[in-house]
């Protein structure tokens, strides 16, 4: 434990991360087109319906540090109280690089359990580790390594730059690879990813590998993969919203459990669905040929994936 304490910055405040008040998300502002909130270290705005979220530390990479690991759970809690905002598209900033992972010049800080140890709960930078079940399309716009491959693996669409590169240097610089790859186990061949974590900066995977691979769905030349993004963002805002929430929940929810039991607890969300107001405004929208009229949606109640 002193090893690890004299590498990472401990914090314990009530279990839970408190910002200064100069990293903190300001409120919001208009902007022409759209609506923004300003934090420190993402540039966050919501234009109709598409929520635009980009990691902002080029000059860093786009690599997390403790203000960045804050502002992400923050983040994505506003986004997922937000009924305007329906889909996410996260990138980015700069040309070189998605995410390069934790910053180790400015390791995130950690949070502590009942019993002082370092809690899991510390890592809370990707929409299913906050469980926010609005779609999310990540666009790799450059190079991924170590902690940026969370993204790769808990988005729900992955688009990738023709450009993109994926890499996995924990091995290599003396850390355990234990949760992206695990997460990434889930999405491709487990063969590739341990040997993405085993040969550490020794591998590296192209993006026409990745999609090969499945850890990509598709790829784009570099100067349209954001274009390629908002169009698939504004097709997916058309649906349902709660439909749509529901709908991945299942499906995560269904890498956590086996075949039986994920069949049964979809079921129970369909039917409960079902006494809702999409549900009915969806069949009458399609026998009256006119646009839906979907309720807004801001948050599934914890028991509705029949946990």
């Not at 705005?45 to 080029?58: K, S, T």
């Not at 075949?259 to 999409?278: E, F, I, Y």
Request: net charge neutral.
């Amino acid at each position: 434990m002193s090893d690890i304490r004299s590498h990472i910055r401990v914090v314990r405040r009530d279990r839970r991360i408190i910002a200064s008040a100069g990293e903190a998300a300001r409120p919001a502002r208009p902007r022409a087109g759209g609506r923004a909130i300003i934090f420190e270290t993402i540039r966050y705005e919501v234009d109709d319906g598409v929520a635009r979220i980009e990691l902002n530390r080029p000059h860093r990479l786009n690599a997390i540090n403790s203000v960045m690991s804050r502002e992400l759970p923050e983040m994505w809690r506003r986004f997922d109280a937000d009924p305007d905002a329906i889909v996410a598209v996260v990138t980015g900033a700069g040309d070189k690089a998605f995410c390069t992972g934790a910053d180790l010049a400015a390791l995130p800080e950690m949070l502590l359990d009942e019993q002082g140890a370092p809690s899991i709960a510390s890592i809370r930078w990707t929409p299913l580790q906050n469980q926010v079940w609005k779609p999310v399309i990540c666009a790799i716009n450059g190079a991924v390594m170590g902690g940026g491959l969370h993204f790769v693996a808990e988005c729900d669409i992955v688009l990738a730059s023709e450009s993109a590169t994926f890499c996995d240097p924990h091995v290599s610089v003396g850390l355990v690879s234990g949760l992206e790859t695990i997460a990434l186990a889930r999405r491709m061949p487990m063969g590739p990813v341990l040997r993405m974590a085993l040969a550490g900066r020794d591998e590296t995977i192209t993006a026409r590998e990745a999609q090969a691979l499945g850890m990509v769905g598709e790829l784009c030349a570099p100067d349209a993969l954001m274009t390629r993004a908002q169009a698939l963002a504004a097709g997916i805002r058309r649906n349902s919203p709660s439909a749509m929430a529901r709908t991945k929940r299942a499906i995560w929810s269904a890498k956590e459990t086996g075949l039986t039991q994920a069949s049964l607890d979809a079921w129970t969300v369909m039917m409960r669905h079902n006494q809702t107001h999409d549900f009915a405004e969806g069949v009458r929208a399609f026998t009256e040929k006119r646009a839906p009229r979907w309720a807004p949606y801001s948050g599934i109640e914890p028991n509705e994936a029949g946990q």
